[in-house]
């Protein structure tokens, strides 16, 4: 048998109503702030995300799913969005156009890490870029937006993290800062902290290794090296915060781990995954549309993964979707009258009406407790009374029973969609002329 790649998972009922709810509340929270989707392709040329993401990153060093299409191209696929989304504002001129451009995405993404909870090939994001502005506002929203989602999904067991990378001018005097500091101390860093030494220091503060966090708890911090400009950014975001109530920790260690992060960066994190704790990350990126060949145009954004999230809410035992719900299911009683069964259906569906009915030849037994399960508001049954050309409409959940002429479908779709009412008083309502 083929089985799926390691680190990919099919989604599929009742797991894939989460899913649906989850993007219900993503959209709907993206919608209230204004932002409009973007899709981009699932593969880029490779060196979209080289230039983009940095090549001393693990993302670009050892996690990305390249090849080289039959044009000798080198190609990969999608380990995240925001190069992409920059390349996009950039290539149609989008900045040209509005001087802010503010979207969202749920995405697949795909890292070829090694797979554990939470942590997959190819797994899923939900995020946003907001591109064109330095305002610390847009900072502060890009941290409100996935608090908000969390919240309404349930989650409250997070915490907000905030911290700021400065500029770069700053930032390489400070990366001499660490460099000295750590110098006399390589011997005693791991293997990995001593390639990061040379590669990405900055991300040595990312060690999970128990020694290597002894010695970066000393470390000179980041905060105190950058500019007066920088620093105030960082307050007024926090500021910001403050006034919405949300709780964070100024966190010096929080480095991050790609090239194009200046000032902002935050991240929020869960107690209730395991070692894979971030379900959210992202920061201000105002040197990336440079660094792929563009004008300066400062940005910032986010980026959440949404499997991470729904194991939060799984081990936190919230349940976002209701039980499956169906309106009515056709019980083909009689085989005789199957077509006349299927086209009552087809009328119920195209009423809005969830209709389900039997494709297998089950028997009336077998369709009533298929109703059942799929908890079905009403069964119509099309048997013996479908001879006089009637059927038979039951209400599940008190058990009544009434007889309707397939002359009058109308009636019965009523009956279904509002439920059971008298006829003669909806007579009794105004005529059409006195309503206009
Ligand atoms: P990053 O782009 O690495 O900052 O990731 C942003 C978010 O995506 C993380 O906080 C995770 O929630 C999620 N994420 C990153 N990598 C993976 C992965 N391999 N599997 C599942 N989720 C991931």
């Not at 064109?132 to 900072?139: R, V």
């Not at 020694?211 to 980041?222: L, Q, R």
């Not at 107690?271 to 792929?292: C, F, I, K, M």
Request: glycine share 6%; charged share 30%.
């Amino acid at each position: 048998m083929i089985k799926a790649i390691k680190g990919t998972k099919d989604i599929y009922a009742p797991e894939i109503f989460e899913w649906q709810e989850f993007e219900n509340v993503i959209i709907s929270v993206f919608e209230n702030f204004n932002y409009d989707e973007i899709r981009t392709p699932i593969f880029e040329e490779t060196s979209l995300f080289a230039r983009g993401i940095g090549e001393g990153t693990d993302i670009v060093g050892k996690e990305m799913y390249t090849f080289t299409d039959k044009g000798g191209t080198s190609l990969t696929l999608k380990p995240e969005m925001t190069a992409s989304v920059m390349r996009a504002v950039l290539e149609h001129s989008l900045h040209k156009v509005r001087p802010l451009n503010k979207f969202y995405y749920i995405s697949p993404m795909f890292r070829q890490e090694r797979p554990q909870a939470g942590r997959l090939r190819q797994f899923h994001q939900f995020g946003a870029e907001a591109i064109g502005s330095d305002d610390p506002y847009l900072d502060a929203e890009m941290i409100i937006i996935p608090y908000v989602i969390l919240v309404n999904l349930g989650l409250s067991n997070f915490k907000v993290k905030i911290n700021t990378l400065g500029s770069p001018n700053e930032r390489k005097e400070y990366k001499l800062v660490l460099r000295n500091y750590l110098q006399p101390k390589l011997n005693e860093l791991s293997p990995e902290s001593r390639r990061r030494f040379e590669t990405n220091i900055l991300r040595i503060f990312d060690s999970k290794d128990k020694h290597d966090i002894e010695i970066m708890k000393d470390a000179p911090k980041i905060s105190d090296y950058v500019s007066d400009e920088d620093s105030k950014h960082i307050e007024q975001v926090c500021s910001i915060l403050d006034s919405f109530q949300i709780e964070y920790e100024i966190d010096g260690k929080l480095v991050r781990g790609l090239d194009y992060y200046t000032k902002t960066t935050f991240e929020i994190t869960s107690n209730s995954v395991g070692a894979q704790s971030a379900l959210v990350g992202g920061g201000r990126y105002n040197l990336l549309s440079t660094q792929l060949g563009g004008p300066e145009i400062p940005a910032v954004g986010f980026a959440a993964g949404m499997e991470r999230i729904l194991l939060a809410l799984s081990n936190e035992k919230i349940k976002i979707a209701d039980k499956k719900k169906i309106d009515a299911y056709v019980i083909v009683a009689e085989k005789q009258f199957r077509q006349i069964a299927y086209v009552l259906s087809l009328m119920l569906r195209m009423s809005d009406v969830i209709t389900e009915t039997d494709y297998v030849g089950k028997s009336v037994k077998a369709q009533m407790r298929e109703a059942n399960k799929l908890n079905a508001e009403y069964t119509l049954i099309v048997g013996q009374e479908t001879k006089e050309g009637n059927v038979i409409l039951k209400n599940m959940e008190n058990g009544n029973q009434k007889v309707f002429s397939l002359d009058d479908i109308e009636e019965l779709i009523n009956e279904i969609i509002l439920g059971e009412y008298n006829p003669d008083e909806l007579e009794e309502l105004p005529p059409d002329e006195y309503i206009n």
